[in-house]
T-cell receptor, first 110, second 112 residues
Framework: GQNIDQPTEMTATEGAIVQINCTYQTSGFNGLFWYQQHAGEAPTFLSYNVLDGLEEKGRFSSFLSRSKGYSYLLLKELQMKDSASYLCAVPTGGGNKLTFGTGTQLKVEL | DGGITQSPKYLFRKEGQNVTLSCEQNLNHDAMYWYRQDPGQGLRLIYYSQIVNDFQKGDIAEGYSVSREKKESFPLTVTSAQKNPTAFYLC???????????FGPGTRLTVL
């Protein structure tokens, strides 16, 4: 089966850097996704990692370590609009299904 | 514009009534999915369909039904057998060659 763990809440200051961690246990690994979800809205795709290492995309970067079952999302130069829930997800079996973590609610303060 | 649409955005129904949520996509995606999200929780898979006229149960299919008569459409019916239907329902689709799922705007269902 699949088990995904993320912190429930985090708070950070505007302009700062924050790291959101995700640990997973899967019976087979086919990559890891990060999504952003603002309150009352749909999740939007941020990143997909299948190989170890850091992938940078503007202010957002995502890191993966397959041997440790660990990923993190790094947000730089935080802005108020980054206040949202960040969901970690892994593919599950066939059918391109995804299993989602419960999400990390990030609050950016002045 | 290509995308996934869900309607309506907000839906109110009386207890014991069946209700159908719409999901349409013009992305030419093969696979479509329905999720339920409750406050403070992640997304849970209800049903999914990889091709027309075929669909499979997800983790929480009881009390729900779906159909996939057209590639573009994947409606979800919430039946009276669903014990706690009040939730945020999200539809997603993917090309099938990649796992990246793209979501519609969601429908918030409230059963009174």
């Amino acid at each position: 089966g699949q088990n995904i763990d993320q912190p429930t809440e985090m708070t950070a200051t505007e302009g700062a850097i924050v790291q959101i961690n995700c640990t997973y246990q899967t019976s087979g690994f086919n990559g890891l996704f990060w999504y952003q979800q603002h309150a009352g809205e749909a999740p939007t795709f941020l990143s997909y990692n299948v190989l170890d290492g850091l992938e940078e995309k503007g202010r957002f970067s995502s890191f993966l370590s397959r041997s440790k079952g660990y990923s993190y999302l790094l947000l730089k130069e935080l802005q108020m609009k980054d206040s949202a829930s960040y969901l970690c997800a892994v593919p599950t079996g066939g059918g391109n299904k995804l299993t989602f973590g419960t999400g990390t609610q990030l609050k950016v303060e002045l | 514009d290509g995308g996934i649409t869900q309607s309506p955005k907000y839906l109110f129904r009386k207890e014991g009534q069946n209700v159908t949520l719409s999901c349409e996509q013009n992305l030419n995606h093969d696979a479509m999915y329905w999720y339920r999200q409750d406050p403070g929780q992640g997304l849970r898979l209800i049903y999914y369909s990889q091709i027309v006229n075929d669909f499979q149960k997800g983790d929480i299919a009881e009390g729900y039904s779906v159909s996939r008569e057209k590639k573009e459409s994947f409606p979800l019916t919430v039946t009276s057998a669903q014990k706690n239907p009040t939730a945020f329902y999200l539809c997603a689709s993917t090309t099938g060659s990649t796992d990246t799922q793209y979501f519609g705007p969601g429908t918030r269902l409230t059963v009174l």
